[in-house]
């Protein structure tokens, strides 16, 4: 028992550097967002050596801590209306600015027996024949990317037959994941994560028609104490640089609408 | 690609946990393993319960127990300025409860365990309870004691949903390692998801294997 002691000190020395928070920003972001925002914040840091911390997660969950009142400075949502809910409790700065639109894409695996189609047919065919399998998206009970898949799919009419060839991911990434595994037949995500190269790598993707479903606005918002870096960063997220990524990841910005 | 900083901040995590946890839990289970009061089976039941709770449910009842307009958050919010859920110390304070039964249980069927005739020996030849404990119960308990901190450390080390709930997964502060194989594997970073796991796999498998080894022991030593 002897040498408990000098454990415990140190421990309470390896303790101390965790405890201390920097001046960097904390920005939540949706999962969606991983690879566009890594690239626009690696880009940002070598700018004005300001280094920043980013956790990405599911829009619902961190709309709820930040009721909770989460440390966040910045919120870039996956879905408007996660924004502007907050915005009328009075949790965010003000409503916020549409940082960017995202589309749907049809995913299948490579090597898979379905083939990927704009207008969902070979997902019609492979149904009526009796031949799909599983078919990934996301919830669409909480998920944005989820509700909007299950709007495409209505529009062209196989929302009820598909039913029983569902699986649901907790957010677009997760069932991007199912969709490029293999274990399913296929998919409907973020043509944004389809555009990724670990994901093109293993799969084929087609981009469904924006009319087939209400628009994917995702805003973003200050939180009432946001720091000055924080209101930096906030606007270089609206600069053409930032911008440019954010298409070249396959999402349509405001201005281009 | 492995997420030092998360690993680093897991161990952190669970070596503080299991060593506020443990001494508690020696003084807390010596008396339960001692107790005949009635209620006993309701105190049992209650440092089983994070047990059975889902974590997600766990995680729920704690955001929403640390965090704004709750009495205990806005306190820690007046005296240090900042929240106490989606930090370190309120990860710590929810690994702590989470960790209860781990520690708790086996330290008490240790204790359980030490034959009753033995304290009393000690009490005879004026021992007192502290002295009791120190030079008699602990020497034959300790494997015991080492499974419940062994035990509180494994499975802080890989609890996820509660994390999920109340940490925030911040770089550095919250985001443990467990979180940090979520993220890989949504970023269909499969490579760096399957060598973090293996490091995961590879430290319960040591510290089951030492569990096990340890229990055996008690038997042994006690029987």
């Known amino acids: 028992m002897k040498p408990l002691a000098p454990a415990l000190l140190g421990l309470a020395l390896w303790a101390t550097p965790v405890i201390t928070s920097a001046q960097e920003p904390l920005i939540a972001a949706a999962s969606v967002l991983k690879f566009a925002l890594d690239d626009i914040a690696t880009a940002y840091e070598a700018q004005t050596g300001q280094a920043l911390r980013i956790a990405y997660g599911s829009t619902g969950n961190f709309s709820a801590q930040i009721r909770e009142g989460a440390p966040f400075d910045l919120f870039l949502a996956a879905d408007e209306a996660f924004i502007l809910g907050l915005a009328e409790e009075g949790l965010t700065r003000d409503q916020g600015v549409i940082y960017a639109s995202g589309r749907l894409a049809m995913l299948t695996p490579k090597n898979g027996a379905l083939a990927a189609s704009a207008d969902l047919s070979t997902l019609a065919i492979a149904l009526q024949q009796g031949e799909l399998g599983r078919f990934a998206i996301a919830s669409p009970v909480h998920a944005p990317y989820g509700m909007r898949a299950q709007e495409a799919l209505e529009h062209q009419g196989l929302w009820d037959d598909i039913q029983d060839h569902l699986v649901f991911g907790e957010n677009v990434s997760q069932a991007t994941q199912f969709a490029i595994s293999g274990n399913t037949d296929g998919g409907i995500v973020a043509y944004a994560l389809a555009l990724t190269p670990e994901v093109q790598a293993q799969s084929n993707f087609a981009l469904i028609p924006a009319e087939w479903h209400a628009p994917l606005h995702q805003r973003m918002a200050l939180l009432p104490d946001a720091s000055a870096e924080a209101e930096a960063f906030y606007a270089y997220l609206q600069s053409d640089a930032a911008r440019e990524v954010f298409v070249s990841y396959g999402f349509a910005v405001p201005e281009s609408e | ?223």
């Open chain 2, 1 to 223: 690609m492995m997420d030092w900083q998360a690993l680093n901040l897991s161990l952190l995590l669970a070596a503080l946990t299991a060593a506020i946890l443990v001494p508690v839990s020696v003084f807390v289970g010596r008396r339960l393993a001692l107790s005949k009061s009635k209620s006993l089976p309701v105190i049992e039941a209650l440092i089983a319960l994070p047990l059975v709770l889902p974590p997600t449910v766990l995680g729920f009842y704690l955001l929403t127990a640390f965090g704004k307009g709750s009495p205990l958050g806005e306190l820690w919010q007046t005296v240090f300025g900042h929240s106490l859920a989606f930090s370190f110390e309120g990860l710590l304070l929810a690994s702590i409860i989470v960790n209860i039964p781990f520690a708790m249980q086996p330290i008490q069927r240790g204790f359980e365990a030490v034959p009753q005739e033995l304290r009393d020996a000690a009490a005879c030849s004026g021992m007192s309870p502290l002295e009791t404990l120190w030079k008699i119960e602990l020497p034959l308990a300790w494997p015991a004691v080492l499974t419940g901190a062994v035990l509180t450390f494994a499975h802080t080390l890989g609890e996820f949903g509660v994390v999920l709930m109340v940490g925030g997964a911040i770089p550095g502060e919250t985001k443990t390692i467990a979180i940090s194989i979520y993220d890989k594997v949504q970023s269909f970073d499969a490579r760096s998801a399957a060598e973090m796991s293996a490091v995961l796999l590879a430290v319960s498998v040591t510290t089951i294997t030492l569990t096990f080894l340890m229990s055996r022991k008690i038997g042994r030593r006690l029987s």
